[in-house]
């Protein structure tokens, strides 16, 4: 999925004296680069508004670094300006600018170990580390919210996440890339069914620039990649009567180049992308044939592919596919039948789960020797009574969890609780279907590691009356309320709140319900809604905020995590938002032809935690150093202005 205000932070973003990189690395690989590309893309943007585009400078003007930045641009390119550089021509020979640019460089870097953003501040008093808060503002709970310092495990693995509707385009940008339409491409050319009318058929363009992509896992540093494989690409009517090699070839292609750069594949199986041919056969996921199908395009996956890829995801987020694809309809295929069709699909995900996971296990695991789970997503739910919180979490997590990691039934509280709203609503059964005493048994076990998505957090509470009323609901079903804290940070998403400390809550529950299983983080992020964002603290923070957090319940939990990856890699195609929702760690321009890629201040943030395998030391902070940072990169545009435009 994917899918702040008032804050303070610091974070070391490297030690100068424990440094991997040199100063000459830091200064030609990280920091000239940066600043070059910023210099760029305001150079860009500015003339964009100096040849008549002013009605979309709004947009830019996020907040006063943007401001600022493009004011420089009119500057540059106003006569005063062109006057000014003429100027320092004429007296400022190269020598003198390059040792400019360099002191200002040094200054930069520098400035930069503690790196102070304008919404959220971090102090580091060597003597007392028990007031360090990321969001001091608002969560200061000193056992609750102190930030920890230290290390993830030695194997602990770090990633970072895409999937194949969202960023690889159709792939006929340059010729036929033989794929098949998918529900996602037939809904969202549904009117006002995505925002702005706005589409994936080129999206980041992945297909055609995987080996960029390659290239910025490499400056990463991660050690796996999570990407989803299109069903309808490989198989671009659903079934093994139409199979594409060219599909085929492109994930072999991306695979291999993985490998090569030693970055391991994570391959999601289904994440979203239904091939329509198989919808408009029999419905989709609301018939049971589609387990046949979605078992034999998995098992051309492990063979095609199992050779190389040795961690492999079945669905991801059947939640979200369920209630927002089949309850609100607000996904594809777009589907309005809560409460019924719902539970049928949820049942129909789960045994094809299972099948997959059998399959792979009877004919793959002995000589592919890889692990095989499952992605399900949920937010963490608080409440005054524990057993409210319990009743939420097994309604959304527990639906999908409990079969699979507990006893290959549902909990409990929603077979006793939808039975008995279905009998006052006048049915003769419960509208949650139920498992046989076999299947129950095929199920319980099936998957190597619990891959969990998460983003926020709400508060909860039961509703005084319940609402027996047709139609059914699943929000009836449990009859509980939801909201956010009227303070938590926003994102560039309603629906995503900034809240760390559920994280950690969340991992601990999921240890204690389902036998301290293997937990693979597979999705966590933070949305922008400010396209040229580069500065992107906020992000910053979230990503500092929520993995201390996965850090202190391997610590002082004793959770068993042993992955995390960040949503997402890119700017992308963000389902009903289209473009306008920005989690990732790459700015993709959606308006360039070529989908230009430029690196953000998250991407050097998480690089470092990624090198340092977490937070092992902390560093001085001054309250100017955000004045030197700003400043710095303002210096160096000129300069670099002077030098090369």
Not at 474 to 479: A, E, I, M, Q, R
């Amino acid at each position: 999925m994917a899918e702040s205000d008032e804050l303070t932070n610091t974070w070391s973003f490297d030690s100068i004296q424990n440094s991997v990189m040199s100063m000459k690395e830091r200064l030609l690989g990280v920091h000239l680069p940066m600043a070059r590309q910023r210099c760029q893309l305001m150079m860009m943007k500015a003339k964009d508004s100096f040849r008549g585009y002013t009605g979309k400078m709004g947009q830019y003007y996020d907040n006063g670094t943007s401001k600022l930045r493009l004011w420089l641009g009119d500057v540059c390119l106003s006569t005063t300006g062109q006057r000014f550089r003429q100027y320092c021509r004429m007296t400022l020979s190269p020598s003198h600018l390059l040792l400019i640019l360099a002191i200002v460089t040094i200054i930069y870097i520098l400035a930069t170990r503690s790196y102070v953003g304008h919404n959220y501040t971090i102090q580091y008093l060597p003597n007392d580390r028990s007031s360090f808060y990321v969001y001091p503002s608002i969560f200061r709970n000193p056992e609750r919210d102190t930030f920890l310092y230290g290390n993830f495990p030695r194997d602990f693995m770090w990633g970072v996440a895409t999937s194949s509707h969202q960023i690889e385009g159709s792939g006929n940008v340059h010729g036929i890339s033989g794929k098949g339409p998918s529900i996602w491409d037939t809904f969202s050319r549904q009117p006002g069914a995505i925002r702005n009318g706005e589409n994936a058929d080129i999206a980041c363009d992945s297909y055609n620039k995987w080996e960029e992509d390659v290239e910025l896992l490499k400056l990463l540093g991660v050690k796996f990649y999570r990407f989803s494989l299109s069903w309808s690409r490989i198989m671009p009517d659903g079934t093994m009567a139409t199979v594409n090699e060219a599909g085929i070839r492109y994930y072999n292609n991306l695979i291999n180049a993985l490998h090569e750069a030693g970055i391991i594949p994570m391959v999601t199986l289904y994440h979203w992308d239904l091939p329509q041919a198989i919808h408009d056969r029999y419905g989709g996921w609301i018939d049971e044939a589609i387990i046949r199908d979605f078992n034999s395009y998995a098992r051309m996956c492990f063979e095609r592919f199992g050779d190389r890829v040795k961690h492999w995801i079945t669905i991801n987020e059947p939640w979200v596919i369920t209630q927002l694809g089949y309850g609100s309809g607000i996904h594809a295929p777009g589907i309005m039948e809560d409460g019924l069709t719902t539970y049928m699909v949820a049942h129909n995900l789960i045994k094809a789960h299972a099948k997959v996971w059998h399959t792979y296990n009877d004919e793959f695991r002995d000589h592919q020797h890889g692990q095989i789970g499952i992605s399900l997503n949920s937010d963490w739910f608080e409440a005054a009574d524990a057993h409210v919180a319990d009743r939420m979490l097994q309604f959304t997590l527990g639906w999908f969890a409990h079969p699979i990691f507990v006893n290959g039934d549902y909990p409990e509280t929603m077979k006793a609780r939808i039975a008995a709203i279905s009998r006052h609503q006048g049915l003769n059964e419960s509208r949650l279907p139920q498992f046989t005493e076999p299947e129950q048994d095929y199920i319980k076990g099936t998957s190597d590691f619990f891959g969990l998505n998460h983003y926020t957090t709400l508060y909860v509470t039961e509703n005084t009356v319940e609402d027996f009323q047709l139609p059914p609901s699943w929000d009836k079903d449990h009859n509980l309320a939801k909201w956010f804290g009227h303070n938590w940070p926003d994102s560039g998403s309603k629906w995503l709140k900034v809240v760390p400390w559920g994280m950690r809550r969340l991992l601990e529950w999921i240890k204690k319900q389902y036998n301290s299983p293997e937990i693979i983080i597979t999705e966590n992020g933070f949305s922008s809604s400010s396209a040229y964002d580069l500065n992107d603290l906020d992000r910053i923070a979230y990503l500092m905020s929520y993995i201390d957090e996965v850090l202190k319940a391997i610590d002082l939990d004793q959770v068993n995590v042993k992955g995390y990856a960040a949503w997402s890699l890119l700017d992308n195609f963000e389902w009903t938002a289209g473009f306008k929702e920005r989690f990732g760690l790459f700015y993709v321009d959606f308006d360039d032809d070529e989908r230009s890629r430029i690196q953000k201040d998250s991407a050097i943030f998480y690089s470092h935690v990624i090198r340092d395998n977490g937070f092992p030391n902390a560093g001085m902070t001054s309250s100017a150093s955000n004045i030197l940072v700003f400043y710095s990169q303002l210096f160096i545009a000129v300069l670099l202005w002077l030098s090369f435009f």
